[in-house]
């Protein structure tokens, strides 16, 4: 089996083989490895957009605002750097829309990433399939395609405030249940506790 290593390193060769710059060849690098981690089929969209990526126009996306529209599929990969770059001031925005990406697949990890940075979950929605993306250490969704994605029609980007899933009364239950097990220390516990009683020498 390819080691995710071994997935990292040669997406960012093939990257800069297509022409992209070292700096977007660590986030291509980065992001393949994180989807076939999270069990998506991040080599097999990557190699068939580098496939077409010569041959057929694609749209670069520089500012991105709330409704972002093109004619000409997105770049994924330009679209998921410049998303990454500014998500901190698109975070007062409830929601980011998309049409007309190219390999909609290649733009969730900048996504997922980007959670992490904001520390808020993100639902993503690409035409009917949906994307919860938890602080870029899980994604669940109802995408269970293992192919290639070739466009995403429509594109919805939420940025989810953060709740708790349980109300105060059953926090305020299990509080006073966690308060059972306190133990008063005293300094026979002291002296029990690791590292206790060892001479330093220094």
């Known amino acids: 089996m390819i080691t995710l290593y071994e997935i990292d390193i040669t997406a960012k060769r093939a990257s800069k083989a ?3 710059s070292w700096g977007i060849v660590e986030e291509i690098g980065k992001n393949i490895r994180l989807l076939e981690m999270f069990g998506l089929p991040g080599i097999k969209n990557l190699n068939q957009y580098f496939k077409l990526y010569k041959n057929k126009k694609f749209q670069n996306i520089s500012l991105i605002t709330k409704n972002n529209t093109s004619k000409i599929p997105y770049c994924p990969i330009i679209a998921g750097v410049n998303f990454l770059d500014q998500i901190t001031i698109m975070e007062g925005l409830d929601e980011i829309d998309f049409e007309n990406v190219a390999f909609p ?4 990890p900048f996504l997922s990433r980007a959670s992490e940075i904001i520390g808020k979950k993100i639902l993503l929605k690409i035409d009917e399939k949906e994307f919860l993306l938890n602080f ?14 070739e ?28 308060e059972d097990t306190f133990v008063e220390e005293t300094e026979e516990l002291m002296q029990k506790t690791a590292g206790a009683g060892l001479i330093d020498n220094d």
């Open 136 to 149: 870029n250490q899980s994604i669940y969704s109802n995408y269970s395609n293992k192919g290639i994605w």
């Open 151 to 178: 466009k995403g029609e429509t594109i919805n980007i939420k940025l989810l405030d953060n709740k708790n899933s349980f109300n105060e009364k059953e926090w305020q239950e299990l509080c006073k249940l966690s």
């Open 18 to 20: 297509m022409g992209f």
């Open 105 to 108: 697949i290649l733009l969730i």
